[in-house]
């Protein structure tokens, strides 16, 4: 292993600290995935299908959303087919393509391993909430330049949508504003993967972005 060349940066020390809590994750998301006879990359499958609704994913999603390969995401849909916990439909928009939709059975499996307590959970609940809250919107931030950099797919985020609003009303505790559902909400309730959301355009986008991080 090659050694780093600054180890004592905050960039590195940060790295390795999103490091070690990916490792304690992967250890949550086996314990999850054993308890309803999965593994984790089935149970990220059933993760998101069960985000998506009734209209399903195509299989390209599904892989460039776990950042699997096609075949490797075919093999883990087939396998649940075959447990119940996931189905194959004809496409939305076209009939001729495939959509895959978690099952009931799918979803009563994905509540159950829901229940199971993790290391992680038990850690974010012991920070402080104004923590908790500057950590979230690290993360968006984080999240947003990985999109931006085509590192990471797009994700359902409230600083993506068309529908937000940052920094819209002068009390402090709810300063944005969804006009989907047409309320004011505060940056504790900033979604990672909302099911309303809708892409902004990019140049809303840049001027909404502007505004949330000088707000």
Known sequence: METPKN??????????????????????????????GVNPTQLSILTFLESRGEDGVSVKEISNQLGVTQPSATESISTMER??????QP???????????ITDAGADALLAADKLPTM???????????????LLVA???????LQQADSFPVQRMCVTCRFFEPFAHADGSSPHHCHFVNASFGQHDLRIDCREH??????????????????
Do not use: C, H
Not at 139 to 145: C, E, P
Not at 198 to 215: I, N, V
């Open 7 to 36: 180890p004592l940066s905050i960039d590195y020390r940060i790295r390795e600290g999103l490091g070690r809590i990916a490792t304690a994750m992967r250890v949550d998301d086996w314990n999850r995935a054993k308890l309803i």
């Open 139 to 145: 993360l968006v931030r984080m999240i947003r330049q």
């Open 120 to 134: 992680t959970e038990r850690s974010i609940a012991g920070l402080e909430k104004d923590v908790q809250v500057e």
């Open 83 to 88: 447990k119940g916990l996931l189905r194959k």
């Open 91 to 101: 496409g939305q928009t076209d009939r001729r393509g495939v959509t895959v939709v």
């Open 198 to 215: 809708e892409q902004a355009d990019p140049a809303y986008q840049a001027a909404t972005w502007k505004a949330f991080t000088q707000g």
